[in-house]
């Protein structure tokens, strides 16, 4: 039987454009859109391509593109409230959001974010 297929090439097209990021946002909800990243933020890093590791997994038709952001810390805090969610943008469009561990956090102080991953899978 024929399965579904894409090159690594389309796969990383993905990851290549989140790396474009520019902004982590540490959020208290998941955010709509770009414009929705500022009603929710609570802290805020800049990130250069430094931050970023691309590389693949596997072979065939299990091969992984795999966008690694390295950890921070010192990160100033904001607004105080529960962080859920981290959002990636590149100043004008939400690129990628993902959950994190609840964690309360208050204005003033200072946060980290460990270092995550962005996997793209082959098609199923």
């Avoid at 469009?93 to 003033?108: F, H, N, V």
Wanted: proline residues 2%; aromatic residues 4%.
């Amino acid at each position: 039987m024929a399965t579904k297929y894409s090159d690594v090439s389309v796969l990383q097209t993905m990851t290549t454009k989140i790396a474009t990021g520019v902004n982590i946002n540490v959020c208290s909800a998941q955010p709509a859109n770009y414009a929705g990243i500022s009603a929710v933020s609570l802290a805020s890093v800049t990130v250069t391509s430094g931050d970023w590791t691309a590389s693949t997994t596997g072979s065939g038709a299990t091969i992984e593109a795999v966008l690694t952001a390295a950890s921070k810390s010192g990160i100033s805090v904001t607004a105080s409230g529960t962080a859920i969610y981290l959002t990636v943008d590149d100043g004008t469009t939400l690129l990628e959001g993902t959950t994190i561990t609840s964690q309360a956090i208050t204005s003033g102080g200072t946060t980290t974010i460990g270092s995550w991953t962005v996997t793209v899978t082959q098609p199923i």
